[in-house]
C-alpha cells in the first residue's frame, strides 16, 4: 500500500498570501496519478488537480500542482477567502487508492 | 444538473447489512469507472472501493474486503455498494465518486447498538 504522507498538518496565512502544500509518497506514484481535493464543512470533496498537474473543470488558475515520483507539491498563487479549507492528496494509480491525512488551509 | 445521489444509508446493528444505491442524472456513467468514498466523523477520507465501467474488475479495501460488494447498472445509471457484517469502525459518511470527478453530497452509515 502507497502511503501518503501530507504536510504541514495545519497551515495558516492571509488572504494574497501563497500556500504550498506538501504531498509524499512512500513509493513512486504510477503514471503520477495523483490528484488533489478540497473539502469544506459539511460538504463533499471537490476535485482540484488530476495527473499531478492538470487543473480540473472550473478551477482557477491560482492553483498549481506539480511534482512527480513521490513528492507532489499544490500551490495556491494568492489565498481568496474560498480557499481556506481542507486539502487532501491521493494517488489512484496502484490499488488502495488512498488519501493523504489532509492539509488544513486557516485563515491566519 | 449532473449530479450523484446516494441513497440506503441508515443506523444498523452490528452484524447487520445495508446496501447503498447511487443514481447519477445529467450525465451517463457507463462509460466512467466509479468508487465508493467513506469519511467517519471527524476523520479524514478512506477509499473503499473501484469498479471499472463494464464491471469486469473490482478493488477493495483491506478494511471491507470479504464485508463490502461494489456492483453497478449502466442501464439504470447506478451504482451500489451492498455492505455485510457491518462494524463500529464502519460508521461514516459514504460518497460515491464518477472517475474522482464527480461526487455525490454522501449518505451517513451510523453502526451501533
Partial sequence: EIVLTQSPGTLSLSPGERATLSCRASLSVSSNFLAWYQQKPGRAPRLVIYGASSRATGIPDRFAGSGSGTDFTLTISRLESEDFAVYYCQQYGTSPFTFGQGTKLEIK | ?113
Avoid: H
Fill in chain 2, 1 to 113: 444538473e449532473v449530479q450523484l445521489v446516494e441513497s440506503g444509508g441508515g443506523l444498523v446493528q452490528p452484524g447487520g447489512s445495508l446496501r447503498l444505491s447511487c443514481v447519477a442524472s445529467g450525465f451517463s456513467i457507463s462509460d466512467n469507472y466509479m468508487n465508493w468514498v467513506r469519511q467517519a466523523p471527524g476523520k479524514g477520507l478512506e477509499w473503499i472501493s473501484y469498479i471499472t465501467s463494464g464491471s469486469s474488475t473490482m478493488y477493495y479495501a483491506d478494511s471491507v474486503k470479504g464485508r463490502f460488494t461494489i456492483s453497478r447498472d449502466n442501464a439504470k445509471n447506478s451504482l451500489y455498494l451492498q455492505m455485510n457484517s457491518l462494524r463500529v469502525e464502519d460508521t461514516a459518511i459514504y460518497y460515491c465518486a464518477s472517475k474522482f470527478e464527480i461526487w455525490g453530497r454522501g449518505a451517513m452509515v451510523t453502526v451501533s447498538s
